[in-house]
């Protein structure tokens, strides 16, 4: 089945303590991106990858770090959580830009992670 | 900058009554797709309906359709016959297909909530 696999679905953590939060996909797509849903402010981009070691920042990248060492995984890591970060993350995958130019073909969206800063 | 504005942050419809979500976007781009995602209360990302920037006809999908007016820059999602089941946030997406520039984003409303009432 083609899936976008994000986990953990809920993590409780405490103020500083370094996590990371898992993405991969299964369908070969080049463009990867990590969004936060916040009440009032609808899904913000964190980062995106336009494919393997291409990421760039997105809306409100501050705090988080991505890496794409694989075309299939990107991992999303808090290096010192804050309560700000408090919030619900997707993880979503698509073609790349020229492949899906013109297509209905958009995201495929991970199931989310509800965080929790203490 | 690129934009996506939902105006409606709560809507009521009863049940089986047809209700329109309003979706205003604003983009220099010529080559654009417009999407509408469902979210549940479980969470999920349901991708509902796509219009492309050229698209002549206005989509539909089921009871979805999408009332696209490119002058006035609007994308509304009508949702027929409404059912219980449709109850749920609904966002309103915007990809920009930048040949020129080679981004290639999305960009989300903040959503409306939207209750059907029995």
């Known amino acids: 089945e083609a899936q976008v696999t994000q986990n953990p679905r809920y993590l409780i953590t405490v103020t500083g303590k370094k996590l990371t939060v898992t993405c991969s996909q299964n369908m070969n797509h080049e463009y990867m991106s990590w969004y936060r849903q916040d009440p009032g402010l609808g899904l913000r981009q964190i980062y995106y990858s336009m494919n393997v070691e291409v990421t760039d920042k997105g809306d409100v990248p501050e705090g988080y770090k991505v890496s794409r060492k694989e075309k299939r995984n990107f991992p999303l890591i808090l290096e010192s959580p804050s309560p700000n970060q408090t919030s619900l993350y997707f993880c979503?995958?698509?073609?790349?830009?020229?492949?899906?130019?013109?297509?209905?073909?958009?995201?495929?969206f991970g199931s989310g992670t509800r965080l929790t800063v203490v | 900058a690129q934009k996506i504005t939902q105006t409606q942050p709560g809507m009521f419809v009863q049940e089986k009554e047809a209700v329109t979500l309003d979706c205003t976007y604003d983009t220099s781009d010529q080559s654009y797709g417009l999407f509408w995602y469902k979210q549940p209360s479980s969470g999920e990302m349901i991708f509902l309906i796509y219009q492309g920037s050229y698209d002549e006809q206005n989509a539909t999908e089921g009871r979805y359709s999408l009332n696209f007016q490119k002058a006035r820059k609007s994308a509304n999602l009508v949702i027929s016959a409404s059912q219980l089941g449709d109850s749920a946030m609904y966002f309103c997406a915007m990809r920009e297909d930048s040949p020129l520039s080679g981004t290639y984003k999305y960009i989300f409303g903040t959503g409306t909530r939207l209750k059907v009432l029995a």
């Open positions: 979503a995958s698509s073609l790349s830009g020229e492949k899906s130019r013109g297509t209905n073909y958009g995201y495929t």
